[in-house]
Protein backbone atom coordinates (compact mmCIF):
# COMPACT_ATOMS: atom_id res chain seq x y z
CA UNK A 1 0.00 0.00 0.00
CA UNK A 2 1.30 3.65 -1.10
CA UNK A 3 1.21 6.34 1.61
CA UNK A 4 2.28 9.99 1.26
CA UNK A 5 4.10 12.34 3.50
CA UNK A 6 4.16 15.97 3.97
CA UNK A 7 6.50 18.36 5.82
CA UNK A 8 10.27 19.86 5.31
CA UNK A 9 13.08 19.15 5.67
CA UNK A 10 16.44 21.07 7.01
CA UNK A 11 19.49 20.41 4.46
CA UNK A 12 21.04 17.16 4.65
CA UNK A 13 20.34 13.15 5.44
CA UNK A 14 17.21 12.64 6.99
CA UNK A 15 15.35 8.67 7.45
CA UNK A 16 11.92 8.00 8.06
CA UNK A 17 10.87 4.72 8.85
CA UNK A 18 7.73 3.09 8.45
CA UNK A 19 5.98 0.39 10.82
CA UNK A 20 2.63 -1.94 10.35
CA UNK A 21 0.64 -3.57 12.70
CA UNK A 22 -1.56 -6.40 12.34
CA UNK A 23 -2.88 -9.15 14.59
CA UNK A 24 -1.65 -7.82 17.53
CA UNK A 25 2.08 -8.05 15.95
CA UNK A 26 4.09 -4.90 14.82
CA UNK A 27 6.30 -4.84 11.28
CA UNK A 28 9.44 -2.81 10.94
CA UNK A 29 11.08 -4.58 7.87
CA UNK A 30 10.28 -6.26 4.54
CA UNK A 31 11.64 -8.03 1.73
CA UNK A 32 12.47 -8.18 -2.28
CA UNK A 33 11.86 -11.72 -3.69
CA UNK A 34 14.63 -12.74 -5.56
CA UNK A 35 14.10 -15.36 -7.76
CA UNK A 36 14.97 -16.82 -11.43
CA UNK A 37 14.50 -20.56 -12.77
CA UNK A 38 18.68 -21.78 -11.61
CA UNK A 39 18.08 -20.50 -8.27
CA UNK A 40 16.16 -21.28 -5.63
CA UNK A 41 14.20 -18.40 -4.68
CA UNK A 42 15.72 -16.08 -2.15
CA UNK A 43 14.79 -12.85 0.12
CA UNK A 44 16.56 -10.26 1.23
CA UNK A 45 14.99 -8.58 4.01
CA UNK A 46 15.72 -4.97 5.01
CA UNK A 47 14.48 -2.36 7.60
CA UNK A 48 11.69 -0.51 6.57
CA UNK A 49 12.94 2.70 6.19
CA UNK A 50 13.82 5.41 3.69
CA UNK A 51 17.07 8.16 3.32
CA UNK A 52 16.18 11.18 1.75
CA UNK A 53 18.63 13.87 1.02
CA UNK A 54 17.35 17.47 1.12
CA UNK A 55 19.30 19.72 -1.52
CA UNK A 56 19.73 23.59 -1.08
CA UNK A 57 19.94 23.76 -4.92
CA UNK A 58 18.80 26.69 -7.30
CA UNK A 59 17.73 25.78 -10.33
CA UNK A 60 18.45 27.48 -13.91
CA UNK A 61 15.07 29.32 -15.35
CA UNK A 62 12.93 28.50 -18.18
CA UNK A 63 15.01 25.26 -18.50
CA UNK A 64 13.82 22.74 -20.84
CA UNK A 65 16.71 19.43 -21.06
CA UNK A 66 17.23 16.76 -23.10
CA UNK A 67 18.89 14.11 -21.57
CA UNK A 68 20.33 11.40 -23.64
CA UNK A 69 20.91 8.12 -21.84
CA UNK A 70 24.26 6.43 -21.14
CA UNK A 71 25.95 3.17 -19.66
CA UNK A 72 24.64 2.46 -15.94
CA UNK A 73 23.20 6.05 -15.71
CA UNK A 74 21.11 6.92 -13.09
CA UNK A 75 21.25 10.93 -13.42
CA UNK A 76 18.31 11.44 -15.07
CA UNK A 77 15.66 10.09 -12.22
CA UNK A 78 17.96 12.55 -9.83
CA UNK A 79 17.47 15.44 -12.07
CA UNK A 80 13.43 14.90 -12.21
CA UNK A 81 13.61 14.50 -8.63
CA UNK A 82 15.32 17.77 -8.80
CA UNK A 83 12.40 19.38 -10.49
CA UNK A 84 14.20 19.74 -14.02
CA UNK A 85 12.11 19.44 -16.61
CA UNK A 86 13.79 16.21 -18.66
CA UNK A 87 12.86 14.83 -21.96
CA UNK A 88 14.58 11.62 -22.75
CA UNK A 89 15.95 11.50 -26.43
CA UNK A 90 17.11 7.86 -28.03
CA UNK A 91 20.57 8.07 -30.27
CA UNK A 92 18.62 7.50 -33.22
CA UNK A 93 15.72 9.59 -32.70
CA UNK A 94 18.30 12.77 -32.55
CA UNK A 95 17.87 13.84 -36.41
CA UNK A 96 13.97 13.73 -36.07
CA UNK A 97 14.28 16.05 -33.06
CA UNK A 98 14.40 19.56 -32.90
CA UNK A 99 16.87 20.47 -30.46
CA UNK A 100 16.48 24.42 -30.68
CA UNK A 101 13.93 23.75 -27.94
CA UNK A 102 15.80 22.40 -25.40
CA UNK A 103 17.82 25.37 -22.99
CA UNK A 104 20.49 22.63 -22.64
CA UNK A 105 21.13 19.06 -23.85
CA UNK A 106 22.80 16.38 -21.47
CA UNK A 107 24.71 12.98 -22.92
CA UNK A 108 25.21 10.47 -20.17
CA UNK A 109 28.17 8.66 -19.39
CA UNK A 110 30.02 6.47 -21.63
CA UNK A 111 27.29 7.20 -24.13
CA UNK A 112 29.28 7.42 -27.22
CA UNK A 113 31.50 4.22 -26.28
CA UNK A 114 28.06 2.24 -26.40
CA UNK A 115 26.34 3.77 -29.04
CA UNK A 116 26.85 3.79 -32.82
CA UNK A 117 23.90 6.08 -33.41
CA UNK A 118 25.02 8.90 -31.24
CA UNK A 119 28.61 8.93 -33.26
CA UNK A 120 26.78 8.98 -36.43
CA UNK A 121 24.44 12.01 -35.09
CA UNK A 122 27.10 13.68 -33.24
CA UNK A 123 27.04 16.78 -35.75
CA UNK A 124 23.88 17.05 -35.35
CA UNK A 125 24.44 17.78 -31.64
CA UNK A 126 27.59 20.22 -32.38
CA UNK A 127 24.86 22.03 -34.74
CA UNK A 128 22.94 22.87 -31.72
CA UNK A 129 26.06 24.12 -29.83
CA UNK A 130 27.09 26.18 -32.90
CA UNK A 131 23.83 28.00 -32.81
CA UNK A 132 23.72 28.80 -29.23
CA UNK A 133 23.09 25.75 -27.35
CA UNK A 134 24.40 24.12 -23.85
CA UNK A 135 25.68 20.23 -24.58
CA UNK A 136 27.26 18.83 -21.20
CA UNK A 137 28.74 15.33 -21.73
CA UNK A 138 29.67 13.44 -18.99
CA UNK A 139 32.71 11.54 -19.30
CA UNK A 140 33.94 9.06 -21.73
CA UNK A 141 36.56 6.45 -22.39
CA UNK A 142 39.00 6.55 -25.54
CA UNK A 143 36.29 7.55 -28.01
CA UNK A 144 36.10 10.57 -26.93
CA UNK A 145 39.48 11.37 -28.68
CA UNK A 146 38.29 10.34 -31.83
CA UNK A 147 37.74 13.80 -34.73
CA UNK A 148 34.32 14.99 -34.22
CA UNK A 149 33.55 13.62 -31.23
CA UNK A 150 34.45 16.84 -28.97
CA UNK A 151 34.63 20.23 -31.07
CA UNK A 152 38.38 20.47 -29.86
CA UNK A 153 40.76 17.59 -29.17
CA UNK A 154 41.93 16.01 -26.11
CA UNK A 155 44.40 13.43 -25.30
CA UNK A 156 44.15 10.63 -22.76
CA UNK A 157 46.98 8.58 -20.71
CA UNK A 158 46.72 4.83 -21.05
CA UNK A 159 45.40 4.27 -18.47
CA UNK A 160 43.72 7.54 -18.53
CA UNK A 161 44.55 9.71 -14.98
CA UNK A 162 41.42 9.98 -12.45
CA UNK A 163 40.89 10.90 -8.55
CA UNK A 164 40.38 8.14 -7.10
CA UNK A 165 39.92 9.60 -3.16
CA UNK A 166 36.62 10.94 -2.96
CA UNK A 167 38.15 12.99 -0.07
CA UNK A 168 41.17 14.94 -2.45
CA UNK A 169 41.60 18.32 -1.48
CA UNK A 170 40.09 20.36 -4.54
CA UNK A 171 41.87 23.49 -5.79
CA UNK A 172 39.56 26.22 -7.68
CA UNK A 173 41.75 27.59 -10.24
CA UNK A 174 39.09 30.05 -11.51
CA UNK A 175 36.56 30.92 -8.97
CA UNK A 176 35.09 33.32 -11.37
CA UNK A 177 33.88 30.97 -13.64
CA UNK A 178 30.19 31.36 -14.23
CA UNK A 179 30.29 27.09 -14.00
CA UNK A 180 31.12 27.95 -9.71
CA UNK A 181 28.68 30.97 -9.34
CA UNK A 182 26.00 30.70 -11.19
CA UNK A 183 22.83 29.54 -10.34
CA UNK A 184 24.69 28.09 -7.03
CA UNK A 185 27.69 29.83 -5.62
CA UNK A 186 29.92 26.65 -5.05
CA UNK A 187 32.35 26.50 -2.33
CA UNK A 188 34.47 23.49 -0.69
CA UNK A 189 31.50 22.37 1.44
CA UNK A 190 29.85 21.36 -2.40
CA UNK A 191 32.85 18.71 -2.36
CA UNK A 192 32.44 17.27 1.10
CA UNK A 193 30.97 13.98 1.16
CA UNK A 194 31.26 12.53 -1.79
CA UNK A 195 31.28 8.82 -2.62
CA UNK A 196 33.90 6.28 -4.27
CA UNK A 197 35.85 8.76 -6.78
CA UNK A 198 36.23 12.58 -7.62
CA UNK A 199 36.63 11.81 -11.31
CA UNK A 200 37.42 9.68 -14.15
CA UNK A 201 39.29 9.35 -17.05
CA UNK A 202 40.25 13.20 -17.30
CA UNK A 203 42.37 14.58 -20.04
CA UNK A 204 45.53 15.13 -19.82
CA UNK A 205 46.33 17.30 -22.46
CA UNK A 206 43.36 19.93 -23.81
CA UNK A 207 43.37 22.41 -26.65
CA UNK A 208 43.58 26.06 -25.40
CA UNK A 209 40.01 26.36 -26.41
CA UNK A 210 38.91 24.74 -23.16
CA UNK A 211 38.59 26.87 -19.91
CA UNK A 212 39.24 24.62 -16.39
CA UNK A 213 37.93 25.66 -13.18
CA UNK A 214 39.25 22.84 -10.84
CA UNK A 215 41.88 21.01 -9.80
CA UNK A 216 42.48 17.94 -7.97
CA UNK A 217 44.98 14.43 -7.79
CA UNK A 218 45.31 11.55 -5.66
CA UNK A 219 47.74 11.86 -2.86
CA UNK A 220 51.43 12.17 -4.05
CA UNK A 221 50.16 12.63 -7.61
CA UNK A 222 50.28 16.21 -9.54
CA UNK A 223 46.76 17.34 -9.80
CA UNK A 224 44.55 17.13 -13.12
CA UNK A 225 42.89 20.11 -13.86
CA UNK A 226 40.46 18.85 -16.72
CA UNK A 227 37.55 17.76 -13.77
CA UNK A 228 35.34 19.96 -15.98
CA UNK A 229 36.30 21.60 -19.82
CA UNK A 230 33.91 24.41 -20.88
CA UNK A 231 34.58 25.35 -24.33
CA UNK A 232 32.43 28.58 -26.39
CA UNK A 233 31.80 26.61 -29.76
CA UNK A 234 30.16 29.09 -32.30
CA UNK A 235 27.12 31.02 -29.99
CA UNK A 236 27.19 28.30 -27.70
CA UNK A 237 28.61 26.43 -25.01
CA UNK A 238 30.59 22.96 -25.19
CA UNK A 239 31.16 21.15 -21.51
CA UNK A 240 33.00 18.02 -20.95
CA UNK A 241 32.67 16.69 -17.48
CA UNK A 242 35.46 13.76 -16.06
CA UNK A 243 34.06 14.98 -12.65
CA UNK A 244 32.27 12.12 -10.85
CA UNK A 245 29.02 13.81 -10.62
CA UNK A 246 27.02 10.61 -12.33
CA UNK A 247 28.02 8.94 -8.79
CA UNK A 248 27.31 11.66 -6.52
CA UNK A 249 23.84 12.16 -8.04
CA UNK A 250 22.15 8.90 -7.34
CA UNK A 251 24.17 9.06 -3.95
CA UNK A 252 22.29 11.97 -2.65
CA UNK A 253 25.19 14.01 -2.77
CA UNK A 254 23.92 17.97 -2.16
CA UNK A 255 27.47 19.43 -4.03
CA UNK A 256 26.94 17.16 -6.98
CA UNK A 257 23.69 18.35 -7.32
CA UNK A 258 24.46 22.57 -6.97
CA UNK A 259 27.33 21.66 -9.58
CA UNK A 260 25.22 19.72 -11.82
CA UNK A 261 22.46 22.75 -11.89
CA UNK A 262 25.34 25.26 -12.85
CA UNK A 263 26.06 22.87 -15.74
CA UNK A 264 22.60 23.34 -17.32
CA UNK A 265 22.37 27.18 -17.06
CA UNK A 266 23.97 30.25 -16.52
CA UNK A 267 25.97 32.72 -19.00
CA UNK A 268 27.63 31.91 -22.33
CA UNK A 269 31.25 30.50 -21.69
CA UNK A 270 33.22 33.19 -23.50
Not at 142 to 168: H, S
Not at 193 to 211: F, I, K, N
Not at 247 to 264: D, E, K, T, Y
Request: aromatic residues 8%; proline residues 9%.
Amino acid sequence: RAFGVKGSLPRGTSEISTTASAKGRTFRSGYIQIEYPHINPERIYRPSTLTISAVDVVLPAKMNVAYVPGVGDNVAPVLQQLGVPLTIVDPDDIPQTDLSRFSAIVVGPRAYQSSQSLQDNNDYLLSYVRNGGRLVVQYGQGEMQRPGIMPYPITLKQPAERVTDENAPVTFTDPASPLLNSPNKITQDDFKGWVQERATYMPTTLDSHYRTMLAMGDPGEQPNRAAILAAPYGRGTYIYVPLGLFRQLPAGVSGGARIFANLLGGNTIR
